[in-house]
């Protein structure tokens, strides 16, 4: 029997046929990656998917990955925390900090081989040094990129270093983007503040990936032209969303996905330590944060976002219901499309309860 004819007896039986991509992410091939049974309620349905890809954790429950106090013990914790959630993949992120400290936290996660850890995002410290575009990361550690200092640095990670964001606007970016490249390491642009020429120099050093897209940049741009409008349109690059309604209102979400297509979209938690924690106030490594009913985190007693709480399941809920895509398309955004876009492939099967009313999804078991 043909694909297609197998995809209209799986539709006639009550399936949810999804499809993974494959091809450079412009022409993208579709193939068949699994099959969602469903048995259908009022406005529920049981569903059976691919384990899902997050490509940036900076914590979960309670531990911090940048923090040079972390264990084994404690990365493994986090990591049963982030599988009850469904992912069963992804790249604990170390933000900008001194390079000791760094080494430190590489070291640690390289020596944890866990087959969910399938490498390290290193997001800074070559990014902006203007307030808003660098975000939350400390200005003091922010450095230009150089060959040393990221070899020191990879070879503290024990080569397990896959994804880099930076800034391309800064001194040495471009060079270091080639040689990253060269080296089989994506390269993503993140907490820029780079005119649209210098985006598309980043585009040919390399760059594949926008990271969390819409944000990492200052409050007030140029109507247009501006970097986010050329990411938009640049169909060489793929993006990441952090789809909480915290960092992107909905709107944004769809007209942002509606930009990128799918076919180059990535749903990312870019969670923190506080993720998978109950509401409530915390101390964490170098601020007070409160984290309240909708999942909001900010600085305490100010307005100021402090980092993301956002759970994947909840991050595929959201998109569903932002964009109108379907269930299907969006699970695709959150296991086969980062899978192959860091070029691995997902590891095992998630059970859910997909409540189509209310959009949610709620885990119910993960085999791995």
Request: with cysteine; charged share 20%; aromatic share 6%.
């Amino acid at each position: 029997m043909s694909w297609n004819n197998r995809r209209e007896f799986l539709r006639a039986s009550g399936a949810l046929v999804a499809c993974a991509i494959v091809g450079d992410g412009q022409s993208p091939i579709l193939k068949p990656a699994g099959v969602f049974m469903r048995e259908e309620t009022a406005k529920s349905q049981s569903v059976e998917f691919e384990g899902l890809v997050d490509l940036q954790v900076n914590g979960f429950a309670g531990v911090d990955f940048s923090d040079p106090r972390v264990t084994e013990e404690k990365l493994l914790l986090s990591q049963k925390a982030i599988q009850e959630t469904g992912v069963t993949r992804f790249l604990p992120t170390l933000t900008t900090s001194s390079l000791n400290d760094f080494i430190s936290c590489a070291k640690t996660i390289a020596r944890e081989r866990h087959p969910s850890l399938v490498g390290i995002h290193m997001e800074g410290p070559y990014i902006s040094p203007l307030d808003g575009a660098r975000g939350a990361h400390p200005k003091e550690f922010v450095c230009l990129p150089n060959l040393d200092d990221f070899k020191r640095r990879q070879d503290g990670a024990e080569g397990r270093i896959v994804l880099v964001s930076l800034a391309p606007e800064v001194e040495g970016a471009l060079p270091m983007t080639e040689f990253l490249v060269k080296s089989g390491i994506r390269v993503a642009i993140a907490h820029t503040a780079a005119t649209p020429a210098q985006i598309q120099d980043a585009v040919r050093a390399g760059a594949t990936l926008s990271t969390h897209l819409g944000n990492g940049c200052a409050q007030m741009l140029p109507r247009h032209p501006n970097f986010i409008w050329e990411q938009l349109a640049e169909d060489r690059l793929w993006a990441s969303f952090i789809v909480d309604g915290h960092h992107l209102p909905p709107a944004t979400v769809k007209s942002m996905i509606r930009a990128k297509t799918p076919s180059r979209s990535i749903l990312v938690t870019d969670a923190i330590e506080v993720a998978g924690l109950p509401p409530g106030s915390y101390k964490m490594t170098n601020q007070a944060v409160e984290v309240n009913q909708d999942g909001r985190v900010s600085l305490v007693g100010t307005p100021y976002l402090a980092g993301s709480a956002l759970r994947m399941d909840v991050a595929v809920g959201n998109t569903v219901r932002f964009t109108g895509l379907s269930l299907q398309e969006v699970l695709e955004m959150t296991s086969t499309r980062p899978a192959h876009y860091i070029g691995i492939q997902t590891a095992g099967k998630v059970k859910a309860e997909w409540d189509s009313e209310k959009c949610q999804l709620k885990i119910k078991q993960v085999m791995v």
